[in-house]
């Protein structure tokens, strides 16, 4: 990286607090910026602006939500083409009814209009979301329900014993059903993450891992990123899950649960996605082929959705 030069720093809750505030700091050569103490509370976005007229946007890949440990912006990933995701605008989480009062707050400094909630009727009584509150964002409920398998009896399952339902294909195949049976869910997923009026959006399941890693997946490989950066989003998950796994593994041993038997259940690999992305690419080509053909996304959503998303 070569020196920066005549770069001014700018500092916000959200990409639309980032105008109209002094910037926080110059920078007159070096190549590192380094700001004095926490500027504000987060999350964190911020604009660098040089004298030539470049502008550039980062946010922080997962801002710490209070409550909801695997929330993260999709911003930033870079295109086959070249261009980026723009940041702010599409997050990803696990559910919200755990948030704390603090991370209501940072939800709400964030400006999400839209939440797109993907768990089971039966899911979102169990634990009801704390975001949005009425008048605070709208609220869709997409549900996606593996065959007759409700999400809500799994914990009393494996308790009985009852786990031998749980493998690596079982989870592969509910992914697999979700863009069988629910095209026109993922077809009115993508009508919502196009229109401006919506975001920031933000969707979400229960672990933030299967249902809303596929919505990831698709979103992602519509805007043009390669596949191997969606893999890698998808990924982030375990580690980012791994304090409520551990906690919850914790209260199943000594129960005498067979904990890699039902580990599949309760974790994220690669494989798993690497293995939809390949039943996308030999069912339908490519992802943008399901979306415009199973799914009937009209060509011009996806093309609103790149020119409002890709920077």
Known sequence: MGALNGVRVF???????????PPVARVDGGDRIVLP????????FFRLESENGGIALVGERR???????????LGGYETESGRRVRWGELFRSSHLG??????????????IRTVCDFRTAAEAEKMPARFPQPGEARRVHLPIQHGDFEPTAVYERILRGDWDWISEEFMLEGYIESLEREPGLWRRFFEL??????RPLLFHCTGGKDRTGTAAALLLLALGVPGETVVADYGLSDGYNAPVRRAMFDQLRPLGVDLERVAPYFTAPESRIR????????????????????AGVPEETIARLRGELLE
Do not use: K
């Open 98 to 111: 755990r948030l704390t009062e603090r991370g209501r707050e940072q939800l709400l400094r964030l400006g």
């Open 11 to 21: 500092h916000g809750n959200a990409p639309a607090a980032l105008a109209g505030h």
């Open 193 to 198: 993450a196009a229109a401006p009026e919506n």
């Open 63 to 73: 801002p710490f939500i209070e409550g909801a440990p695997n929330f993260r912006d």
């Open 37 to 44: 103490a926490p500027v504000a509370a987060g999350p964190h």
């Open 275 to 294: 293995a939809l992305l390949a039943y996308i690419r030999q069912t339908y080509g490519t992802a943008l082929a399901y979306l415009t053909g199973r």
